[in-house]
């Protein structure tokens, strides 16, 4: 599979992430075979966030890949950790004891990729940094980034952090495209002009962070998927005339969308199917066309100035 580096560090990753979310949906026998089609596809990096199942997700992927030190050599792991009961939480002791947590569900001495998971209001930066540096020196984990934060969120860290942010994870999908949509409608007096975010798609640009578009088959929060829903019928043909051109499924199409953008992102997927989990590996091989891409996105119901 095609490969990036993360942000500005030297870690090349596969454009497609395997999110787990959902990976105590499945039996046993189910969840090792989806793991081991996931590698087979080149889809190694596997995504996690020690709320998802309560903590059991991560110790079903252990499980699920038999992990040891051989498996974990070919192998990427990001968690995330910040999210409590009703609070988000940035102190130093619950990220230092967050992450032994995730060390211990997922077998493992060390993640890849750590990320703070959703903003904490009552963040003090300095306790951020003192948690990194810990863990860093450590070797309990080697690259960090965020989740869901907007660009002066992000330089309120850095002015402690020294550690590079490497990725921010972002709501994104076809449906769902107000980073993309406010920079489109510079001054203008309609909603899509509402700048919600602070300009993230182009921060993360200007500063390379690699932005991983979460839910990128969803609208709304939450609502449901768009592909083969009658809410979006011109969506759904125009993705099916794409992908009968490229003779591929229109998931694939979906992640081939957001693949196009010069950003290089690197969507998460969180599908547990197998055969979807193979039409979104097959994304990495596409690349739209400028005009392919301005169609699916005002077939959308995006308009263009």
């Known amino acids: 599979m095609k490969t990036i580096k993360l942000g500005t560090s030297t870690l090349e990753v596969p454009v497609v992430a395997v999110g787990c979310m959902r990976i105590n949906s499945l039996d046993k026998p189910q969840a090792e075979r989806f793991v081991r089609t996931a590698l087979e596809e080149g889809a190694n990096f596997f995504e996690h966030a020690d709320i998802y199942g309560g903590g059991t997700c991560e110790e079903i992927f252990a499980d699920a890949i038999q992990m040891s030190p051989s498996v974990r050599e070919q192998v990427i792991l990001q968690s995330k950790c910040g999210i409590r009961q009703g609070l988000f939480d940035f102190s130093k002791e619950h990220i230092l004891n967050a992450v032994d947590g995730i060390l211990k569900r997922l077998r493992t001495d060390y993640l890849d990729v750590l990320l703070l998971h959703r903003p904490d209001t009552l963040v003090e930066p300095e306790e951020v940094a003192e948690a990194f540096d810990q863990l860093e020196r450590a070797g309990k984990v080697r ?46 007096e309609n909603d899509a002009a509402v700048n919600r975010d602070g300009s993230i798609l182009d921060f993360c640009r200007l500063h390379d962070i690699t932005i991983q578009p979460w839910s990128p088959f969803q ?15 011109e969506l759904n043909k125009k993705i099916d005339e794409v992908a009968a051109k490229y003779e591929v499924s229109n998931t694939t199409i979906a992640i081939a969308w957001l693949l196009r953008h010069p950003a290089n992102m690197q969507p998460v997927i969180g599908t547990m199917n197998i055969e979807r989990l193979k039409d979104c590996c097959k994304a990495a091989d596409i690349r739209l066309t400028r005009e392919e891409w301005y169609e699916i996105y005002r077939s959308a119901g995006n308009v263009l100035p």
């Open 143 to 188: 690259h960090f980034g965020v989740s869901n934060q907007n660009p002066m969120q992000i330089q309120l860290l850095k002015k402690f952090v020294k550690q590079p942010i490497v990725a921010n994870q972002l709501q994104l999908s076809i449906t769902n495209t107000t980073m993309i949509s406010q920079g489109f409608n510079v001054n203008m």
């Open 219 to 233: 609208y709304g929060f939450f609502k449901g998927v768009f592909l083969d829903n009658e809410l979006f019928p």
